[in-house]
């Protein structure tokens, strides 16, 4: 059974950076992609950015250029997402979403999500 | 506002069947890209409902089924049942934007 495991809940003060790490379990790390999708409240989904290991590549939503850095650090199995310049809108549940291994175009598991609150 | 289109809300009685929309344009799902469908319950993590169009994962009772026609597609929901209330999104691949697209959701009500 895949699991994608996520760091704990985070408080931060507006310009500040939060670092939130997932940890997949249960599958091969590189063949697959990782996303990062927020939720705020009374809102939607929103993708953010995603890494595929196994291309070294990094993209991420235009809405987040300059804010956003997503690594894989394939020693430790772990994907991490900062986001810098924290803003009160940025409070919100990150979810850490696997991508299917074949084309890489939809989240097949999803991590249990990590509410960052940004509050001064 | 939303890259794909959807309604904010549908409705149903139990035993009913409902379908959500959900419309595009011809950089994502005109463009051949596929549709794929989640549900959120209440207090819960996004689950993936329907992959490329009209595939059910393991374990999704086929009450679910998909369709995508043109820059459009579509959930429907048979024999509706209560558990079935949640919030239901869209998502495919914008290649103008080079960005994965949502919808901006439909909470389902059984009534």
């Known amino acids: 059974q895949v699991q994608l495991v996520q760091s704990g809940a985070e408080v931060k003060r507006p310009e500040s950076s939060v670092k939130v790490s997932c940890r997949p379990s249960?599958?091969?790390?590189?063949?697959?992609?990782f996303s990062w999708v927020r939720r705020a409240p009374g809102q939607g989904l929103e993708w953010m950015g995603r890494i595929i290991p196994i291309l070294g590549i990094a993209n991420y939503a235009q809405k987040f250029h300059g804010r956003l850095t997503i690594i894989a650090d394939e020693s430790t199995n772990t994907v991490y997402m900062e986001l810098s310049g924290l803003r009160y809108e940025d409070t919100a549940v990150y979810y850490c979403?696997?991508?299917?291994?074949?084309?890489?175009?939809?989240?097949?598991?999803w991590g249990e999500g990590t509410l960052v609150t940004v509050s001064s | 506002q939303s890259i794909l289109t959807q309604p904010p809300s549908v409705s149903g009685a139990p035993g009913q069947r409902v379908t959500i929309s959900c419309t595009g344009s011809?950089?994502?799902?005109?463009?051949?890209?596929?549709v794929h469908w989640y549900h959120q319950l209440p207090g819960t993590v996004p689950k993936l409902l329907i992959y490329d169009n009209n595939n059910r994962p393991s374990g999704v009772p086929d009450r679910f089924s998909g369709s995508k026609s043109g820059t459009s597609a579509s959930l429907a929901i048979t024999g509706l049942q209560a558990e079935d209330e949640a919030d239901y999104y869209c998502?495919?691949?914008?290649?103008?934007?080079?960005?994965?697209?949502f919808g901006g959701g439909t909470k389902l009500t059984v009534l």
């Open positions: 979403a696997r991508l299917q291994n074949s084309g890489w175009l939809y989240f097949d598991y």
């Open positions: 249960g599958g091969t790390f590189t063949n697959y992609g």
């Open positions: 998502q495919s691949y914008d290649s103008s934007l080079s960005e994965y697209v």
């Open positions: 011809r950089s994502n799902i005109g463009a051949g890209y596929e």
